[in-house]
DNA sequence: TATTAGCACTCATATGGTCTGAGTGCTAAC
DNA sequence: GTTAGCACTCAGACCATATGAGTGCTAATA
């Protein structure tokens, strides 16, 4: 059997009324839904055929049809090679002049789900093979050194230390000095046992104090889970096909935990700021079976990015979507090249 | 009508069944439950007299007896003067040498969460009255500065600031020097006009960078929104009295905005370590109607404070609660003790 | 050959009645 | 003051029936 114009027609059309309504669509709707001009029996017919293709389906004997997820990626597969879809411009309400990383994150997040009525998730750039671009070691009490870390791409991480004895401000000169030329451009992988051992060397009988210092640069440069912000999980509750409380519950947790989500997001690499759409069982995570998941890259320098991920029913607006992340990418590309110029 | 030792007992077994079971006890359960060894038919003629006075209520004409909020009350008050009920240790899971302070909160509101299966909530301690300890400005690129600001309690602040026109080595020296004489032991309010101006004409032709840098430290200290972290939110769902979904939802969303709940938190200021229990309708947020809140101070030095919130059904088992809290602040201020030793 | 009208059939959901059991309040006896 | 006994209440379970949206099939129509 051919999926001939009429069935494609036919099939948007029992898409999108289910994306409005959530409930199966018959095949009186579309008979009056469509400019078709065919009855219902007609319709009835060709629900028929695209049931046996494998694009809808019937909840039970009695009643209309729904997507297949096999129906949703086809529609979401047109979807994506059509036109740009224009989108209301939506701005990152961004005041302050040297905004921090992770108030850009929170606020996108916090964007994409009210805009959306869906949950988001927002991850910040990976750090494992962000060079360091600058170290300052600086004595904040006599007992504590405070390590401030420049990683390229401007993030910048803090770790006071504890220390057993206070420094002269020449020692603190001479250490400065030595982490920044050892240790400037290197990434956490290249930082290894040999540069340590060459570091303790000219420390001048700090040896231990230099051991000290570098763990806690490495511990916070490994720190191997990415931070992610949530936003609007609460609009699950909206959807009644996720509004009983063990689908709730479950995606609830997933969304807190958000470790597996950030997995998810990042196995498919650094794909050319191409979408993703994950449509129920396509994802591999059990908790979103249900549910659809949409992830998009964005870029703050070559080989840095970080991802944000749409939740939601499977019935989706996928349009609305997709929009909308093409949108917020451009947005974030440009703030954060403003942010170098 | 008087509250007697029998009464006392009588509504200690009630409150003490249904906050196992969660179902309305009946005069036959507390016959057996108690060692009163009377038979029911008196046990309903006292709880005809507890009902008279308020401390239980009737779901329903043929139902057994639940605990009224004043019932709950006289409860936790009880409880509160009792003995410090010991409870077993629980211990923060932390590990490195320099954990920062924003871990230590999110693993303890994880720990309470886990601990209790009721939902938490922890603030940073304020800032508002935190005096600057010390300011470093660096250059990082030629064209951002970062500002490093240190708090009394070794809180570390920092932010990049854009910058039209590279400083001399000199320059950043100087600035360096300027901005400590001028603001160290400084709080947010005493950074006024005249001080401003001060540094301005101190400037040597830099007035407009020095009053973006103002600009940037003083919006970093003022951000009124208290730094927060939520835990174990599903563990709502735990609970049928809550589980349903627009409880849940209105729940999950005063958990996911934090705010209200902070501020909650934070109206009834640092008392002095109290633990403070509100019942149900005594909260004054709309959405913690059906539930209780638990909350608690936490120390960290003379005058700075934070506070941790326990979120969970009516029928929550305050006695854990209140032991696992006072429990935890221990905990804490060893940390923070060990933290400045 | 494609379309349509008509009809029998299915089945989820709503409605309403009955039954059951847990629990009460009251009264009279101990 | 305590208890046994009994009538009463009422939420929830269970069941039967009605409703209506929707289907598939067949025969008539264009």
Redesign the pocket.
């Known amino acids: 059997m051919e999926l001939d114009e009429r069935k494609m027609t036919i099939l948007r059309a029992i898409i999108q009324n289910y994306l409005e309504t959530g ?7 579309i008979s009056k839904y469509t400019d078709l ?6 319709i ?2 060709e ?2 055929d695209l ?1 046996e293709m494998g694009y809808i389906l ?1 909840p ?6 729904i997507p297949s997820d096999k129906g949703y990626r086809l529609y979401v597969d047109m979807l994506m090679q059509d036109k740009q879809t224009e989108m209301d411009n939506l701005k990152l309400e961004l005041n302050a002049k040297s905004e921090k990383l992770d108030n850009i994150l929170k606020e996108a997040a916090k964007v994409i789900a009210v805009n959306t009525n869906y949950a988001s998730l927002i991850t910040a750039p990976r750090y494992h093979k962000h060079r360091i671009k600058f170290i300052q070691l600086t004595q904040v009490d006599p007992e504590s050194l405070l390590a401030v870390i420049i990683l390229e791409g401007n993030i910048v991480k803090n770790n006071l230390i504890h220390i057993d004895e206070e420094l002269t401000q020449e020692t603190l000169l001479k250490f400065n000095l030595m982490f920044n030329t050892f240790l400037q451009g290197l990434d956490l992988q290249e930082i290894n046992a040999s540069v340590m051992q060459k570091m303790r060397n000219e420390s001048g009988g700090y040896s231990a104090m230099i051991s000290d210092i570098l763990d806690v640069i490495a511990t916070s440069l490994e720190s191997e889970e990415v931070e992610a912000y949530t936003s609007g999980s609460t609009n699950i509750f909206k959807y009644p096909e996720l509004n009983d409380s063990a689908k709730a519950s479950t995606l609830l947790s997933v969304l807190e935990e958000k470790k597996e989500l950030t997995e998810l997001m990042y196995q498919e690499g650094d794909s050319d700021r191409g979408i993703q759409v994950y449509i129920g069982d396509e994802s591999p995570i059990e908790a979103t079976k249900d549910c659809s998941v949409v992830t998009a890259t964005y870029h703050i320098e070559e080989g840095v990015y970080g991802k944000i991920g749409i939740i939601g029913p499977r019935r989706m607006d996928y349009e609305k979507v997709v929009g909308t992340l093409r949108n917020l990418m451009t947005e974030l590309d440009q703030i954060f090249r403003k942010d170098k110029e």
């Open positions: 409930e199966p669509v018959g095949s009186r709707t001009n065919l009855s219902s029996a007609t009835r017919n629900m028929s049931e019937q039970h004997t009695s009643a209309g049809r």
